[in-house]
């Protein structure tokens, strides 16, 4: 009994880290449009053959599609025709004025109902602030709820690492908090002990922060790499400002493991360092906050990008990613509790 | 009592400086010659943005080298000496005013060389006022940083070495804001404009000294 009054959060964190690498990798992508070809129409009848991601066209008698802005279907899709599981060729007549020349395609099938924004685009016509329904489309609704992860244009699979890459820095920055307060304790009491916990969180620290480097890196090479025109770079790195605090964030501990090695004697050594430690975390704390402020980031939540929440985050999301955020900190506690008590046996022999 | 302390410190470390002059000129002299070479593989620079990044890489370098020592060449006796008669708090707030005196100084020099030596086009617009700000509160935060550091660096036997790998990257973002800022004021901005840059590196200025003043005790007697 005493012993899951002790240890009950350490079997949560593995249901919760179950739970996280089930969701993420068993649970597929919505079903939508990726593309049009072609993508930007004129005025009058334009054949258009859409491409769809985890679709099921065939034998689907149900289908309705029609093109909206601002909540105003604006016009109807004509003569659908499947072609195969994941291509379907519409017609959409073109009338000469729309409120628009971005305009968002809108779909429903006996399946899924799926919305692309800002997927075509109609040249040639005048923009005409009249916002009334121009064509009624009949939705059908579309058959239950299933469990899906959101289907996003730029991201398509890889919003998956969602539930990997974020909880890293969450994790990382917990564990070089619990770092930090520990040095504070040791110059409070000078007890060695406290210093061993301190040293040891800034190595999980590392450990985490180098995961959320390559998977960044990963998911940055996959997505703002290819599909951004504002962003021309193609590599695994790029100039961004949450990019630049992670490297200072890496630097700073890498730079406070060489000083501790350059150190020889013990008391000596977790003095300075824990000084050390001390001084870089809360200008580290300060500059995270400051700088993101004064230069805009690729990352939601800056420059203008949507932060989580608004529609980044939907609720099937949510109900995985906080779980997956309190699992791998507390997996990030558990390895830091198994480490602190290896050094206080060793620290006990050596002693004995 | 303690603001006692702290001139009689400024005016010791100044007695020192004018006694040792080869330690100011040798700074000065790699400052200049530091330039010069730059001169010789840049001549003119034709954008302004490069020419302030590169002004103040070549200070971060050279505030560096000139603070690293001010912590080094007190050998351990005289350091017993100082430790028996003054507050560490007035030691470590002394040592940051002085440093950042003869950062001012540094930088004040080094940027007549810099434009004597080095051109650019483009700076009819510039604020000279606001740049003089931006110098001054960029350099406050690096000389402060930088006093910290090598007092925690003096520790180690690998004292510059290990200066700028624990300095440098706590150095990043104030001086990434430095330099936004003073890039700000060549484009001719006023103070409204960056109002935010200079509380923002104030602000930071301010923490650096209370973090100092606060850790310094921690490192005496070490």
Redesign the interface.
């Known amino acids: 009994m005493n012993s899951i009054k002790k240890h009950w959060w350490k079997a949560l964190a593995v249901v919760l880290l179950l739970y996280t690498f089930a969701f993420s990798f068993l649970v597929p992508l919505s079903s939508t449009i990726k593309s049009a070809s072609p993508s930007s129409l004129e005025v009058g009848k334009n054949a258009v053959v859409l491409i769809g991601y985890n679709t099921e066209f065939e034998a689907d008698e149900n289908i309705s599609i029609s093109l909206e802005y601002d909540h105003k279907t604006l016009v109807c899709g004509t003569e659908i025709k499947q072609i195969n599981a994941n291509q379907i060729s519409v017609n959409f007549n073109i009338p000469d004025s729309l409120p628009s020349k971005i305009l968002h395609l809108r779909m429903s099938t006996s399946n899924f109902s799926s919305f692309s924004p800002e997927l075509i685009k109609a040249f040639g016509i005048t923009e005409n602030q009249d916002t009334s329904n121009l064509c009624i489309v009949n939705a059908y609704n579309s058959s239950a709820d299933i469990l899906d992860i959101p289907n996003r244009l730029q991201l398509n699979e890889t919003i998956r690492n969602l539930m990997f890459h974020v909880p890293m820095w969450f994790t990382m920055m917990v564990i070089l908090f619990i770092s930090f307060f520990y040095s504070i304790k040791y110059l409070n009491t000078f007890d060695i002990k406290y210093d061993i916990i301190a040293r040891e969180a800034v190595n999980i620290g590392l450990l985490f922060a180098a995961l959320g480097l390559i998977t960044g890196s990963i998911w940055a090479k996959f997505t703002w790499s290819e599909h951004t025109d504002l962003f021309t770079t193609k590599g695994w790195w790029v100039n961004d400002v949450k990019l630049n605090g992670a490297a200072i964030t890496t630097l700073i501990y890498v730079a406070y493991r060489i000083l501790r090695n350059s150190l020889q004697e013990e008391h000596q050594k977790a003095k300075i360092s824990a000084v050390y430690n001390i001084f870089a975390f809360v200008l580290m704390i300060v500059f995270l906050m400051i700088l993101p402020r004064i230069t805009d980031s690729l990352h939601p939540g800056n420059g203008g990008n949507p932060a989580f929440g608004k529609y980044d985050l939907d609720s099937t999301l949510r109900m995985v990613f906080y779980p997956a955020v309190i699992g791998w900190i507390l997996l990030g506690i558990w390895m830091l509790s198994l480490k602190k008590r290896f050094f206080n046996l060793e620290n006990k022999l050596e002693n004995d | 009592m303690f603001v006692k302390q702290i001139v009689h410190l400024l005016k010791h470390e100044l007695l020192i400086e004018m006694k040792q002059k080869h330690f100011i000129s040798s700074i000065v002299l790699y400052i200049v010659s530091t330039i010069f070479v730059c001169s010789l593989s840049f001549t003119t620079i034709a954008e302004t943005s490069i020419w302030n990044g590169l002004f103040w890489i070549i200070i971060l370098f050279s505030l560096t080298n000139a603070i690293s020592k001010s912590f080094l060449n007190e050998n351990s006796d005289k350091q017993i000496f100082l430790y028996t008669l003054i507050n560490p708090r007035a030691l470590i707030l002394g040592k940051i005013i002085y440093n950042l005196l003869l950062s001012i100084a540094l930088v004040l020099i080094s940027f007549f060389v810099f434009n004597f030596f080095i051109q650019t086009e483009g700076l009819d617009n510039m604020n000279y006022g606001l740049y003089l700000i931006a110098v001054v509160l960029g350099s406050t935060s690096i000389s402060s ?1 930088l006093t ?2 090598s007092a ?2 003096s ?4 004292n510059i070495g ?1 200066l700028s ?2 300095a ?3 150095l ?3 001086l ?2 430095s330099i ?1 800022f003073s890039n700000l004021a060549i484009l001719g901005g006023t103070v409204e404009m960056s109002a ?2 200079i509380v ?1 590196l104030s ?2 200025n301010l ?2 000294v209370i ?2 003043f606060l ?1 310094f005790p ?2 005496w007697r ?1």
């Open positions: 940083t910290m550091v925690i660096a520790k180690t036997n690998n290990i790998i624990l440098f990257p706590i990043i973002p104030s990434l804001l936004q935010q840059f923002f602000l930071i923490l650096i973090l100092s850790l921690y490192l070490e």
